[in-house]
């Protein structure tokens, strides 16, 4: 068989996926060639492209299978590599592009096919690999009678697709008909298809895959397994490889089981076989395949030396493995591999940074600034966006992956890993990172042993106490000092030259200004109430942002004495870069280093300047609120003890928001998040009960429940297909 020809790739899909292709096609010398809606045009993967094509306005156009081969087409492309996501695993969109006699970099459309439905697979493999009990056709009486039978909790599942949608965990007979509705609907937006199964939910388990690959010629290898059981909503967080609770007598049991299962379905090109592991009995039974690149293959790429995307390509080339893999190793000094690794090189880590609140409620919003300052070795940056990019409602709020990896051991790849973030900087967006920070120095996640897909939910109380105790009042004091000092320092700035003179600094003479401090960096505010100066005063505002008013002086030698502080603040540097400062001061006899960026509008008092002391990563936003807007007789009236309102964070594997996550005030219920109104249920002036579901919102094909808190009559603010932000106010119930 002669190598096919493949000098352009065209590739079908977005962000961060598309960058990682297109770095492969120009380290290999091959065009890359992008496609990009309007929305996505100014993201950075659509610049890094040889060529783009804009496929117009429509936010759905990545599905759209003739716009995509049609430019294609016009481009001349040799290849379509479709990431994942989208059409990765559509069948007939792999078929439609090798009719048009292009290449289609995945598995053959007859594989797609007999995988892309998980009841086919089922169906298919079950004398081949161990299955989880359920059932895959049948009426709700039958399932129902099925579930009493496995014994509840039970899990419906769409039989397309992946990635947490179209999937619900039910825990009584009266849940499983709204969950069987529910996830039809997820997945026929998500995947273009509602047919969804019944499994045997298991509360404890290991989330464990194996990375397999096939060529053209019938052969088809194992790259070890890789550990995903850090997931929230089915969707996975954190990954590594090798997992620490698998042994080789296991490693080589399950490797084995799927090569057998890929052998069984003539695969060819990258796939993932999951399987959940039982952690007390070591059995593993199989979940599904995966027919296209994984998110998280960067951790088997750094423990087997091998670039995948690479193989990809070599492989749809119609290379033989054997000729492929030494060609696409990572550092070209170590053996290469003629077939499958018997044990992994080091340790990998991947953290995936995602714009959500620390209730893991997808956010959207603009990125003011993404920057890393010190880069550990071996850490690798998979970003989605840069500094002035947006996260939009209609896809995925990934922002990066954070990908670490170490020699010698876990422990190691692990503290790479929060250094890196804790040296990554991400402004204007409120983000994980502080939420991943949590995880990656708790305890239970160092020792590993009690890890399961439920471990985030079990442990979230735990968890929230972690990020608590790192964005502690005493780091958002000095962090609101550092902000007053970039001011003071900054008033002679030309897009800062109408800050009341309240910023202004006369030696000696004290000094009144008032600050915001905001919520949006990661979320959340201590549950404490906190001060950044001896008389300075908390009055709570309706989006729970607390202003506060800093009092200090400035001596001649450049020193900054806030009121009610024991230490005074020195001005060492400020170091202006590109769109930041780093911003040096003393205090307390140390030396502190802190990221500085300031968003300016138009109108002052929405000035806000965000600060990240290096080295914890933690960030706080400011808001500057001018003394005029905020009268000091006013102020003085506000008690100062009362804490701020907290939200009463609720973790649930169901996209379900509670009244309490909803943000009841009053009678009045708002927004939970950034998204789009699918559907009202309750229809204007009709009655409504407490607990009784309202409308559904969606955000990133993801459904939430918006329940009531009160029994009355709805007056309704929003309209069906509404993109509604944070805080919008949904419905009265009056």
Not at 33 to 56: H, M, N, Q
Not at 377 to 396: K, L, P, Q, R, W
Request: charged share 25%.
């Amino acid at each position: 068989m002669g190598l096919r020809k493949i000098e352009r790739i065209l590739i079908a899909n977005r962000g961060e996926i598309a960058r990682r292709v297109i770095r492969a096609c120009d380290e290999m010398g091959l065009t890359s060639i992008a496609v990009y809606t309007e929305v996505d045009k100014s993201l950075p993967f659509v610049g890094e492209a040889k060529t783009a094509v804009c496929l117009g306005n429509d936010t759905q156009a990545y599905l759209d299978m003739k716009a995509i081969i049609k430019a294609a087409k016009d481009t001349k492309a040799d290849a379509i590599h479709p990431g994942y996501g989208f059409l990765s695993e559509r069948a007939d969109f792999a078929r439609a592009v090798e009719a048009e006699g292009i290449a289609f970099i995945g598995p053959t459309p007859e594989t797609i096919e007999s995988m892309g439905s998980k009841i086919g697979a089922k169906t298919l493999l079950k004398d081949t690999a161990p299955l989880v009990p359920g059932r895959t056709s049948g009426s709700v009486d039958e399932w129902v009678a099925a579930s009493e039978e496995m014994g509840y909790p039970v899990l419906v599942k769409a039989s397309a697709g992946g990635g947490g949608r179209g999937m619900r965990v039910v825990w009584n007979a009266s849940e499983l008909k709204e969950a069987m509705k529910t996830a039809e609907g997820e997945a026929l937006r998500a995947f273009g298809e509602g047919s969804v199964m019944l499994e045997k939910y298991f509360n404890e388990v290991r989330h464990i895959e194996v990375q397999i690959f096939g060529d053209a010629h019938g052969n088809v290898i194992h790259l070890l397994e890789r550990e995903c059981s850090i997931q929230r909503r089915h969707q996975k967080v954190i990954e590594e490889a090798p997992s620490k609770f698998v042994t080789p007598e296991l490693r080589k049991e399950m490797c084995e089981s799927a090569v057998r299962i890929a052998q069984t379905i003539n695969y060819r090109g990258a796939g993932t076989v999951e399987f959940i592991v039982d952690p007390k009995t070591k059995k593993f039974y199989f979940l599904e395949v995966n027919t296209r690149l994984q998110v998280e293959h960067p951790v088997t790429e750094l423990v087997t030396n091998l670039d995948l995307v690479q193989l990809q390509i070599l492989v749809a080339m119609g290379v033989p493995m054997k000729q492929a893999l030494p060609q696409v190793r990572l550092d070209k000094t170590l053996p290469a591999l003629t077939t499958s690794p018997t044990e992994p090189i080091g340790h990998a880590i991947e953290v995936r940074v995602y714009a959500e609140d620390f209730n893991l409620m997808p956010t959207v919003g603009d990125v003011d600034l993404w920057h890393t300052l010190q880069k550990p070795s071996d850490t690798y940056y998979h970003n989605a966006v840069e500094t002035g990019t947006t996260i939009s409602v209609h896809y995925d709020n990934m922002i990066s992956k954070v990908v670490t990896w170490d020699a010698y051991s876990r422990d190691s790849a692990i503290r790479k890993c929060v250094r890196a973030l804790r040296n990554t900087a991400c402004f204007g967006l409120t983000n994980n990172k502080l939420f991943l920070l949590s995880m990656l120095v708790d305890e239970q996640f160092s020792e590993g042993s009690q890890l399961c897909t439920k471990w985030i939910a079990d442990r979230f109380e735990v968890l929230k106490a972690t990020a608590f105790s790192m964005l502690s009042p005493e780091l958002i004091k000095l962090s609101g000092q550092v902000a007053t000092i970039w001011f003071t320092a900054h008033k002679k700035r030309t897009h800062l030259r109408h800050i009341p003179s309240g910023w202004s600094n006369v030696g000696n003479r004290t000094i009144e200004s008032v600050l915001k401090v905001r919520k949006s960096a990661h979320g959340i505010l201590p549950p404490t109430p906190y001060k950044l100066s001896a008389d300075s005063v908390e009055k709570e505002d309706e989006t729970g942002d607390i202003p506060i008013v800093v009092k200090y002086t400035r001596d001649r030698k450049g020193v900054y004495h806030f009121l009610g502080s024991k230490d005074a603040v020195e001005l060492i540097d400020i170091n202006e870069r590109q769109g930041f400062s780093i911003v040096k001061v003393q205090t307390g006899g140390r030396l502190e280093s802190f990221v500085v960026s300031c968003k300016s509008p138009s109108q002052i008092e929405e000035c806000e300047v965000s600060v990240m002391r290096i080295e914890d990563g933690i960030e706080v936003t400011f808001q500057k609120i001018p003394s005029l807007l905020f009268p000091q007789n006013e102020i003085a009236e506000t008690p100062t003890t009362r804490p701020p309102t907290q939200t009463n964070y609720v973790f649930s594997d169901n996209q379900d928001a509670a009244p309490e996550e909803a943000g009841i005030t009053g009678n009045k219920v708002v927004s939970p998040k950034m998204a789009k109104v699918f559907k009202i249920l309750k229809p204007q002036g009709s009655t409504v009960t407490k607990g009784e579901a309202v409308i559904i919102l969606e955000s990133m094909k993801m459904e939430t429940k918006v329940l009531s808190n009160f029994d009355g009559k709805i007056n309704l603010k929003c309209k069906e297909s509404d993109l509604v932000r944070t805080g919008k106010t949904l419905f009265l119930v009056e």
